[in-house]
């Protein structure tokens, strides 16, 4: 999260020149004005500048409040930190239609209690909270509070519709393991470990960092087991990242570890812990152990891919339903992109 003062130096240099010419704002109040300035209205709801510049900086919650990961960071444009306030002022939108707010003493135990699992000590919690990307603890706890009532509105919107029927994961089951066989994978990972709460400059870097290490195993510049060794923060990687033989239901990238190819690279994926690249060594067909964790699995999986499909679809319905205003401006925070929207409704 940006100070006050950050947002000062941010606005006298950045949205200085040509775009206050073109908003027609003096330089002399550029700031304050530029910074209050109303760029969208959600059903009579005021977004600002502020809050489109919070969305760019602020550290994504996502994994905290809603149970899964966003995935490969993308690149903060301005476009993109637009439509996400949006998107989120749609959840805030049904939790105070509906009552379902996070209060702020909700929010304040949650941290306090993420405090006690990290053995934060009071001495030390600015310093680490400015690392994690906000400005100070009053900051986090207004994120959090934010991100309580996002995630209850999402359980009652989103997650409520999605369903795995008994049936179909009988019928899923029967199609992928009916001959009472399972695939056993002998895998190798390199981890870079991602804390779950991350500042987004050090998020993506670390994203960064981890392509160009699978990079230059394609390449064949460096063997899987020396960059193991060399850069994974897993026990594994003194031993060449080797995790042993393993069956499905053992870790976070089952999905795609069962999906490649023996002696093939993964693409750079994203779980709780951190970046993974993975390679399986090889693989033998076992009889089935456990119905009951395949069954677990197929759920999982069938759930994860629903869920997030109807999440875009909410939103879409919302979008088409909700009356959205978005008054025409150009911002450019750090970013080369611009954000010009309609007056029109956004449909």
């Not at 603890?137 to 995630?151: D, F, G, N, T």
Request: hydrophobic letters at 40%.
């Amino acid at each position: 999260m940006i100070s006050s003062h950050r947002i000062r130096i941010c606005f006298a240099l950045i949205l200085s020149g040509p775009l206050l010419a073109g908003l027609g704002v003096a330089p002399a109040h550029s700031e304050e004005l530029l910074l209050d300035r109303i760029v969208a209205v959600v059903d009579g709801h005021p977004i600002t500048m502020y809050d489109v510049i919070r969305t760019q900086e602020s550290p994504d919650l996502t994994a905290l409040f809603q149970g899964y990961v966003s995935g490969v960071p993308s690149e903060r444009t301005d476009v993109w930190a637009f439509d996400r306030t949006l998107d989120e002022e749609f959840f805030l939108k049904v939790a105070r239609d509906i009552g379902i707010e996070a209060t702020r003493d909700q929010a304040e135990q949650y941290f306090r209690r993420l405090q006690r699992e990290n053995q934060w000590t009071n001495d030390e919690l600015d310093g680490i909270v400015g690392e994690l990307g906000f400005d100070s603890v009053p900051e986090i706890i207004r994120a959090i509070q934010r991100q309580l009532s996002i995630a209850n509105s999402t359980r009652i919107k989103v997650m409520s519709r999605v369903q795995v029927p008994p049936k179909e994961l009988e019928e899923n089951y029967r199609r992928q393991y009916g001959q009472g066989k399972e695939d056993k994978l002998h895998i190798r990972q390199i981890l870079i470990r991602v804390p779950i709460i991350v500042n987004p400059e050090v998020e993506l870097e670390l994203y960064r960092v981890s392509e160009r290490i699978r990079a230059k195993i394609a390449n064949g510049e460096i063997a899987f087991e020396e960059a193991a060794k060399l850069h994974s923060a897993s026990s594994d990687g003194k031993n060449g990242g080797d995790l042993g033989w393993s069956t499905r239901g053992t870790y976070q990238f089952d999905s795609t570890a069962f999906a490649l190819k023996d002696g093939e690279l993964s693409p750079v994926i994203r779980t709780f812990l951190g970046y993974h690249i993975l390679r399986v060594d090889e693989r033998k067909s076992i009889a089935i152990s456990s119905p009951d964790r395949l069954k677990r699995t197929i759920a999982e999986e069938l759930f994860e891919k629903r869920f997030r499909v109807a999440r875009k679809d909410w939103l879409k319905q919302v979008r088409d339903q909700v009356p959205v205003q978005k008054i025409p401006f150009r911002a450019r925070f750090g970013q080369t992109s611009t954000v010009e929207p309609s007056l029109q409704p956004q449909k």
